[in-house]
């Protein structure tokens, strides 16, 4: 009977098992160290003579090679399998990308196969996780560290809302759906969580900066579905009470709840003036940039009329910003875009929404680059093209075209001596051939592939360059 402790309550403290062999007197040793003494006929006068044997690999070794086997298999037949499959630890292994709080401290010690002395391996391994950390970034952003993650959505809407805010986004992602390729098209869901989080913060935008390009592009798409901003400022305010996390109303004292509900009302009433503030404040800017526009106009039909000492002290008392517009009505600039790829101007040419040519916001540069990138590319395809608005796969079809027709614009302009890529180098490079002569055969050819039917495109004339354009006539 044990009645004191003893370590081979542990047997895993034994790191060896005691050999009679290797003890200078037999005598020495306990009754259970001789009973778990290996057998065999070595004396004590063979023990220079023992050969160790090498260590038979373990069961963590052959699991890892199979691992690693069937992963090479995996990636030559393109199966996906679970990352971190493999491990240099059989012990700890994938186990660390099944982290969860609420494992036990024992099961992960017994499911590793620690000793109890090692126990700062254990928690090395359980500090060394991502979950607590994740929990404690939770708190300090004012969420709830037990609750799933949340997205934005435009379920939240009631129809007829909901199907105009679904065409919205659907105008809003239409270069990145309807190809024929599904790995090129954008999860619907995706697309909805995105759009929702664009209209949740269009009013942030709208103060911070409304001319920068999300608000163009955002413009862009409700005038083509004719969508008022006083209509997705009402969007927004929708999804984003649904979607802020809500108030603790735990009831402290008999009248808590009808506290509570009188501040909810007054936090939705403060959101409502705050948008027909915003609203407000944009009919201002209009009316102002249209006054600043027609009165160059009636200046000089003014000219020699004094002003009145009433409206002298009318502009004399008016803030400085109502007057500012009127006395230097200077437009923002917007920011330079980055250079592109003439299959880009391409792909934009023939899929945006609305089309470069068609749209007002666009800068005259910039049409006059993508006009006669487009016209060129149109001009070195020797075979001619088709597209097809109505075609089903037509964005994969402008896709495919525009790559083949850069690799002839490039070709061809590597061929003159120029290494131009970028579409507004090769624009000016190409300029200078065509005057030069070298794109007249080119040209005549297109001219004779159009006539004979073999170039279906559907830009209209007018919107083409004046070397390729067609009269109403032909």
């Known amino acids: 009977?044990?009645?004191?402790?003893?370590?081979?309550?542990?047997?895993?403290?034994?790191?060896?098992?005691?050999?009679?062999?290797?003890?200078?007197?037999?005598?020495?040793?306990?009754?259970?160290?001789?009973?778990e003494a290996d057998d065999g006929p070595v004396s004590l006068q063979d023990t220079s003579k023992l050969k160790t044997n090498r260590a038979v690999?373990?069961?963590?070794?052959y699991v890892n090679r199979l691992l690693v086997r069937v992963k090479t298999s995996a990636e030559?037949?393109?199966?996906?399998l679970t990352p971190g499959l493999t491990s240099h630890s059989y012990r700890r292994g994938a186990a660390m990308h099944a982290n969860d709080g609420s494992l036990a401290d024992n099961w992960i010690i017994e499911r590793g196969g620690w000793q109890l002395d090692r126990v700062n391996k254990a928690f090395g391994y359980m500090l060394g996780t991502t979950q607590a950390d994740q929990k404690v970034a939770r708190?300090?952003?004012?969420?709830?560290?037990?609750?799933?993650?949340?997205l934005p959505s435009l379920l939240v809407l009631e129809q007829p809302i909901l199907?105009?805010?679904?065409?919205?986004?659907?105008?809003?992602?239409?270069?990145?759906?309807?190809?024929?390729?599904?790995?090129?098209?954008?999860?619907?869901?995706?697309?909805e969580v995105l759009a929702a989080t664009l209209i949740m913060h269009y009013p942030d935008m709208l103060v911070l900066s409304d001319t920068s390009a999300f608000i163009v592009r955002m413009r862009e798409v409700m005038a083509v579905q004719a969508i008022s901003e006083a209509e997705l400022l009402a969007w927004s305010a929708t999804i984003n009470c649904v979607f802020a996390p809500a108030a603790?109303?735990?009831?402290?004292?008999?009248?808590?709840?009808?506290?509570?509900?009188v501040l909810d009302l007054v936090k939705r009433q403060s959101d409502q003036i705050s948008v027909l503030i915003l609203q407000n404040k944009r009919l201002e800017e209009r009316l102002l940039a249209l006054e600043?526009?027609?009165?160059?106009?009636?200046?000089?039909?003014t000219s020699n009329v004094r002003p009145s000492t009433g409206n002298l002290a009318a502009h004399a008392n008016a803030p400085i910003s109502t007057l500012a517009p009127l006395?230097?009505?200077?437009?923002?600039?917007?920011?330079?875009?980055?250079?592109?790829?003439?299959?880009?101007?391409?792909?934009?040419?023939?899929?945006?929404?609305?089309?470069?040519?068609?749209?007002?916001?666009?800068?005259?540069?910039?049409?006059?680059?993508?006009?006669?990138?487009?016209?060129?590319?149109?001009?070195?395809?020797?075979?001619?093209?088709?597209?097809?608005?109505?075609?089903?796969?037509?964005?994969?079809?402008?896709?495919?075209?525009?790559?083949?027709?850069?690799?002839?614009?490039?070709?061809?302009?590597?061929?003159?001596?120029?290494?131009?890529v970028a579409a507004g180098t090769a624009v000016k490079a190409l300029r200078k051939l065509h005057k030069s002569g070298k794109l007249d055969d080119h040209i005549a050819n297109y001219h004779v592939l159009f006539d004979n039917g073999s170039i279906i495109d559907p830009t209209p004339s007018s919107a083409l360059p004046a070397f390729i354009r067609r009269s109403p006539s032909t």
Not at 76 to 80: A, D, F, P, V, Y
Not at 139 to 150: H, M, T
Not at 166 to 174: G, P
């Open 139 to 150: 708190v300090l952003s004012g969420w709830n560290p037990k609750e799933r993650a949340r």
């Open 248 to 261: 603790d109303t735990t009831p402290s004292i008999t009248n808590a709840s009808e506290t509570s509900a």
């Open 57 to 61: 690999p373990g069961a963590q070794a």
């Open 327 to 420: 006395q230097s009505p200077q437009a923002v600039r917007s920011k330079k875009k980055g250079s592109q790829s003439l299959s880009a101007v391409w792909y934009e040419w023939f899929t945006s929404e609305p089309r470069v040519y068609a749209t007002q916001s666009i800068k005259k540069t910039t049409l006059y680059e993508f006009r006669y990138s487009v016209g060129y590319m149109m001009v070195l395809l020797p075979d001619g093209f088709v597209l097809d608005t109505a075609s089903p796969a037509y964005k994969s079809e402008v896709l495919a075209l525009g790559v083949t027709a850069q690799a002839n614009a490039l070709a061809f302009l590597m061929a003159n001596g120029s290494s131009a």
């Open 1 to 35: 009977m044990q009645k004191a402790p003893n370590k081979r309550l542990f047997p895993q403290f034994l790191t060896t098992r005691l050999n009679p062999a290797v003890s200078s007197d037999v005598e020495e040793l306990s009754l259970v160290e001789l009973l």
């Open 292 to 301: 600043a526009h027609l009165r160059p106009q009636t200046d000089t039909a």
């Open 163 to 191: 199907a105009r805010a679904q065409q919205l986004q659907t105008q809003l992602f239409t270069n990145t759906s309807a190809f024929s390729d599904s790995s090129l098209n954008l999860d619907v869901e995706v697309a």
């Open 76 to 80: 030559e037949m393109q199966i996906r």
